[in-house]
């Protein structure tokens, strides 16, 4: 049958624009779906529980900015406020700088490279619970804690991390960035990669030294990476919770709340004491701290 | 200034020698091009001279001194890399100056080095422009100029022009070639482009597979190749190389295992020139023709072989008319056909 012999293909009902946009829309019927029932429609509901009294059980009364009121009033809530941002000016740049420091030399070794990557990157896919669980353990008095067993044979005094108000936190904060170390590693080295090597070569040419390269060359152009992970290693930072539940499940965000965070707060608040406006308005808190913060770091790496 | 001199130079990767003892003698204030197709070891020999590759045999001398384990910020050279190597986050001022990051110049007199390097590659406008701003042959000139204020002993120059269009590259070779006359720095310049080498060089090396094949003036390798290879590589079209038998004027094509191979490059191989004062005549069917203007290049086959005459202009033959090219007496090149050296003319 010779090719001419066909018809003409009939011409299609919809326009092409028609076609591409039934296409399109079809393929993402499905997320918008889900993001639309299962994450913006509670976030939305949240601000409008947090204008209500509701135990779960009765219907929600309205009650105007009460809630508000109560939390500013609260001094716990301060004390978790000041426990949050701890986690996050303490812990960012910490596991930045610890991070960055690992993928800069782990990226310049060959010899065992791909082991090492996997060891650091290992913490990151371990369960939270179960990893908070052995720093627990870590972190017992002598002789059942190793840390303080080693202090012990050191002959120095012991120390009681997670039950001294002042030094719960910061045990707690160990594992957490510890915890993000790995995925961190990887993005850095993945950022580092990226650098073309004529740069380096160029500069080494012209007779710049290794700090001047890594402050002048290597930092400026790792600045993408940077950012992206600043805003997403403090979102974390702002809604830690795993840890500091399974590490002081005894009392949690104890001792003294020294170690609770807003999340766990909220947690409580809803789930222990079923106040759902309430817990609902500090969502709403937290909600608007991630977004200034975010925004906040956006604006101060932005491209100049 | 300083000259460059290798000495049995070699390196290896691991168990692989990819550059076996060359020598080269680099004068001061020589324009020396290193060509030769890609994996030649054109490239790892100026990296070397750079002090980016260890050395792993032989000597390099710049200026006289032994600079084998001396690290490339020692050496007093410049380089300027195939894609650039200027950085984005840094104005086109801030780039030059970089090339000045560790000199004990005062400020004022680095700001005037860099205005002075700007003005002679006619970049002072662009000077508060980020490299995403500029075209690849300003880009290039950016990278040129931070190896200039350095004042270095040599540039070396790793394919520069390779990531430009033709009509940039074009340009760029006459304003490369300017600086070097003006400044009369040591420049070594790898490139795989025949035309680059042939334009630019005060002397072409012709590299293949980890040797140096020929060294010499421009005109001297289009005139004397020194071997097949060469032949072949220098000049376009490529030389037609074909096995012939026979001898002075009497020269014919023959098949695989003749004696002799004869090279003609295409612009000496006429159709329709006369016959008396040839020295080698082919007959056979066309192919191809490609009228250039001042020129046609017609392909014809001899004995299943593809080959290339030029034809005047206006008098080109049709596809499959059997055509007659001749080459005149002193236009052959003969080489051995087991060594593919050059053995004389006919």
Known sequence: MSRDATPPPAAPRLSMRMRRALWVWGFLALPVLFYGVIRFYPTLDAFRLSFTDWNLMSAPKYIGLENYRRMLAEPEFWQVFRNTFAYLVLGTPISLLLSFTVAYFLDRIRFGHTLMRALYFLPYI???????????????PAPTGVINAVLGDLGLAQMDFLRSTTWALPSIMVTAIWAGLGFQVIIFMAGLRSIPTTYYEAARIDGVGEWAILRRITLPLLKPTTVFLVVFSSIGFLRIFDQVYNMTTNDPGGPLGSTKPLVLKIYQTAFSSYEMGYAAAQTVVLFTILLLVSLGQLWALRKR | MADITLNRLVKTYGRAEVIHGIDLAVADGEFVVFVGPSGCGKSTTLRMIAGLEEVSGGEIRIGGRLVNEVDPRQRNIAMVFQNYAIYPHMTVRQNIAFGLYTSKLGKTEKAAKVEEA?????????????????????????????????????????????????????????????????????????????????????????????????????????????????????????????????????????????????????????????????????????????????????????????????????????????????????????????????????
Do not use: C
């Not at chain 1, 619970?129 to 017992?140: E, K, L, T």
């Not at chain 2, 004869?262 to 040839?278: D, H, I, K, W």
């Open chain 1, 126 to 140: 371990t369960t939270a619970s179960a990893m908070a669980w052995v720093w627990r353990w870590f972190y017992q």
């Open chain 2, 118 to 346: 700007a003005r002679m590659l006619d970049l002072t406008a662009l000077l508060d422009r980020r490299p995403a701003a500029l075209s690849g042959g300003q880009r290039q000139r950016v990278a040129i100029g931070r190896a200039m204020v350095r004042d270095p002993a040599a540039f070396l120059f790793d394919e520069p022009l390779s990531n430009l269009d033709a009509q940039l590259r074009a340009q760029m070779r006459i304003e490369i070639k300017a600086l070097h006359r003006r400044l009369g720095t040591t420049i070594a310049y790898v490139t795989h482009d025949q035309v680059e080498a042939m334009t630019m060089a005060d002397r072409i090396v012709v590299m293949k597979a980890g040797h140096i094949l020929q060294a010499g003036a421009p005109m001297e390798i289009y005139d004397r190749p020194a071997d097949v290879f060469t032949a072949r590589f220098i000049g376009t079209p490529s030389m037609n190389v074909l096995p012939v038998a026979g001898e002075g004027a009497g020269l014919a094509a023959a098949g695989a295992g003749a004696p002799l191979l004869a090279g003609v490059r295409p612009q000496a191989l006429r159709v329709g020139a006369p016959e008396e004062e040839a020295a080698l005549s082919l007959t056979g069917p066309v192919t191809a023709v490609e009228p250039l203007g001042p020129e046609t290049l017609v392909h014809f086959t001899v004995a299943g072989q593809g080959l290339i005459a030029t034809a005047p202009p206006h008098e080109t033959p049709g596809i499959g008319a059997e055509v007659t090219a001749r080459a005149a007496r002193g236009q052959v090149h003969l080489f051995d056909p087991a060594t593919e050296r050059a053995t004389g003319r006919a």
